[in-house]
């Protein structure tokens, strides 16, 4: 496929503005299909879920079809869809029924790597079970995350391991299947951040051994709300707390009230704009979508590219993406300049790049970098090699300051 950009961005309404975005791994642009799906949503006839009313048919479809949506995009099965306001909200949702089973000595690992909604959820919630909570580090030089660094602190009290697919700070990528079939091995549940993974890489839950994971469709093009992809089965042998007269079927029994129907279609149109990416795929939904990331990942990684030897060229600047493989982010510092003000200087001339930790809190600190972060770039499928030339020439400019 020759990834179209121009027509590609000709769908996305806020390009329009002429800032160049390289915010995609805080949030994506919105296509006019989703738009659209979430207009339409709430123009028609809308009630809560059922099979009477035409309100209540609308809702019940959009449900229906956004889980089949979400069980092609993430190779899991629709009746394991779970819907959620945020990736932050379901994890804490999850911590907290999970650590029912916990109990002293048993123990959690998180990881230096994990954006901090990874993280604190499971620390607090073995606090409150009275298990230990193990940290597997990452070497800050390489970026890396390591089997054996997980490997390091399992053991036979190991009940959980919550990791990260792609570091949101640096675009690290570990080896989520091995690291996986550790946790297994050690009688534990993987549970897989891939709220920054899933922009970027077609995900398949058996093959990452995933079993939880969760993403944002916010950050492919969607609207602001979460996922999580579980094997139906497991989800059956847990008991989140709820209200007495809500239903006890899997998936709904872990989604709390009513769901953001307009939304779910806006989600549902995200997945379908991904999938017709390549126009000349063919196939069912699955099929276009493995084609689109193609694409996708392709395209991303000329960009990126052009990111990485650009940067190189410019005295000053320190880049803190370096794992070998890792997604189309990076964070730099510069050596005499704040990233703060290089944040501001951007902007000024429609390059939005922000400048922060973005959550990551233990990456920053590891990083040597404290709480202050360094200033991220990130790419979306609408950035062009344009935008990348603006990006460049704004850094360069800012530096001759």
Not at 14 to 27: C, E, K, R, S, Y
Not at 54 to 79: K, M, Q
Not at 158 to 186: D, K, M, Q, Y
Request: with cysteine.
């Amino acid at each position: 496929m020759t990834f179209d950009i121009t027509a590609l961005r000709s769908q996305f309404p806020a390009l329009a503005a002429g800032v160049a975005h390289f915010d995609g791994p805080g949030g994506t642009q919105t296509p006019e299909p989703v738009i659209r799906a979430i207009a339409d949503a709430l123009a028609n006839p809308l009630s809560n879920r059922g099979h009477t009313a035409p309100g209540e048919r609308n809702a019940e479809a959009i449900v229906t079809e956004a889980r089949r949506a979400l069980a092609d995009l993430l190779g899991a099965h629709p009746s394991g869809i779970v819907f959620g306001r945020s990736a932050t909200q379901l994890t804490y949702d999850f911590s907290r029924t999970l650590a029912k089973t916990w109990a002293p000595g048993d123990e959690v690992v998180v990881t230096r790597l994990d954006h901090d909604a990874n993280i604190r959820p499971w620390v607090q919630a073995a606090a409150q079970a009275g298990a230990t909570v193990r940290w597997a580090d990452f070497d800050p030089a390489t970026g890396e995350l390591t089997v054996d660094d997980v490997r390091a602190v399992l053991s036979g009290r190991t009940r959980l391991v919550a990791v990260t697919a792609a570091s949101n700070l640096i675009g690290t990528r570990p080896a989520i299947p091995e690291i996986a079939r550790l946790a297994h091995e050690a009688g534990a549940l993987a549970y897989v951040d891939g709220v920054h993974h899933t922009a970027h890489s077609l995900v398949d839950l058996e093959s990452l051994g995933a079993d939880f994971y969760v993403c944002s469709p916010y950050k492919f093009l969607g609207p602001h709300h979460g996922v999580l992809a579980a094997r139906p089965e497991l989800l059956e042998t847990l008991r989140p707390d709820k209200l007495l007269p809500s239903t006890d079927a899997v998936p709904e029994r872990f989604e709390l009230g009513t769901l953001p129907y307009e939304f779910l279609a806006g989600t549902r149109a995200a997945v379908d704009f991904l999938a017709d990416l390549d126009t000349a795929a063919d196939g069912g939904r699955r099929e276009r979508l493995a084609a689109a990331y193609t694409a996708l990942e392709a395209h991303e990684h000329v960009l990126r590219t052009q990111i990485d030897k650009g940067l190189a060229a410019l005295d000053g600047v320190v880049v803190h993406s370096r794992a070998a493989d890792r997604t189309p982010t990076v964070l730099l510092t510069f050596e005499r300049h704040s990233t703060v003000d290089a944040y501001a200087f951007l902007a000024e001339r429609g390059v939005h790049a922000p400048s922060g930790s973005f959550y990551a809190i233990e990456a920053s600190r590891r990083l040597g970098l404290g709480d202050t972060g360094g200033l991220r770039v990130g790419l979306a499928p609408y950035n062009s090699a344009e935008d990348v030339d603006r990006l460049l020439t704004g850094v360069s400019d800012f530096l001759a300051r």
